[in-house]
């Protein structure tokens, strides 16, 4: 079954500070990742996926993610954060089980930047 | 992306009733998804609604209690039947952009069962 772990329920960082959040990943073939972000009280917002070519991919607001195979990590950073950039941040595992397809989400992580 | 909107945003509701949620999207997508959040909690799939076919739902949800609609390729609806308290959380529904394998969300139903 593909699943993706979210080890830290809470980060905390200065603003100014580089973030990271951490995802883990179990699939069978190639993982198709991605994170996603919800502020409060909205809907979730895409970030930025991997699916395939160069480890390091880009995605809004200034964050990236690193595809890590031998760790099996898709980390989520962020070189300088933001106090608008405290929310919940998700990261997911594109399912593709014989005629179904759809996302399986991590437990979710609780980024709090402080001025 | 794709722009999604939800019907109602939020609603209370008696035990017992139902409640029908509307979701509609800015151009047409094959793939629809509902799925049902508790607040600061994670997301889980109810089902699968693809225009033309039954819906495909995942373990723990049945068709009698979550029944959906798909009559085109920019609607879908989610019934939650003879509700209960412990039905009370978020609904989001979702569309797939087309060969990229991301989803766009809607902005959720917040659902509260008294």
């Known amino acids: 079954a593909q699943s993706v772990a979210q080890p830290e329920d809470q980060v905390n960082v200065a603003e100014g500070n580089p973030l990271t959040v951490k995802c883990t990943y179990s699939?069978?073939?190639?993982?198709?990742l991605f994170w996603y972000v919800q502020y409060p009280n909205r809907g979730l917002q895409f970030l930025l996926k991997y699916i395939t070519g160069d480890n390091l991919v880009k995605g809004s607001y200034g964050f990236e993610a690193e595809f890590n195979k031998s760790q099996t990590s898709f980390h989520l950073k962020k070189p300088s954060a933001l106090v608008s950039d405290s929310a919940l941040y998700f990261c997911?595992?594109?399912?593709?089980?014989?005629?179904?397809?759809?996302?399986?989400f991590g437990s979710g992580t609780r980024l709090q930047v402080q001025p | 992306s794709a722009v999604i909107s939800q019907k109602p945003s939020r609603d209370i509701c008696q035990r017992g009733t139902s409640l029908t949620i509307q979701c509609q999207v800015d151009?047409?997508?094959?793939?629809m998804f509902w799925y049902r959040q508790q607040p600061g909690q994670s997301l889980t799939l109810i089902a699968t609604a693809n225009q033309g076919s039954e819906a495909t739902y995942e373990s723990g949800f049945v068709i009698d209690k979550f029944p959906i609609s798909r009559p085109n390729l920019t609607f879908s609806t989610l019934t939650v039947s003879n509700m209960s308290p412990e039905d009370s959380s978020i609904y989001l529904c979702?569309?797939?952009?087309?060969?990229?394998?991301?989803?766009?969300f809607g902005p959720g139903t917040r659902l509260t069962v008294t």
């Open positions: 699939v069978s073939g190639n993982p198709y």
């Open positions: 151009s047409q997508v094959t793939m």
């Open positions: 979702s569309v797939e952009r087309q060969g990229g394998y991301e989803q766009y």
């Open positions: 997911a595992v594109y399912r593709m089980d014989t005629g179904r397809r759809a996302l399986t």
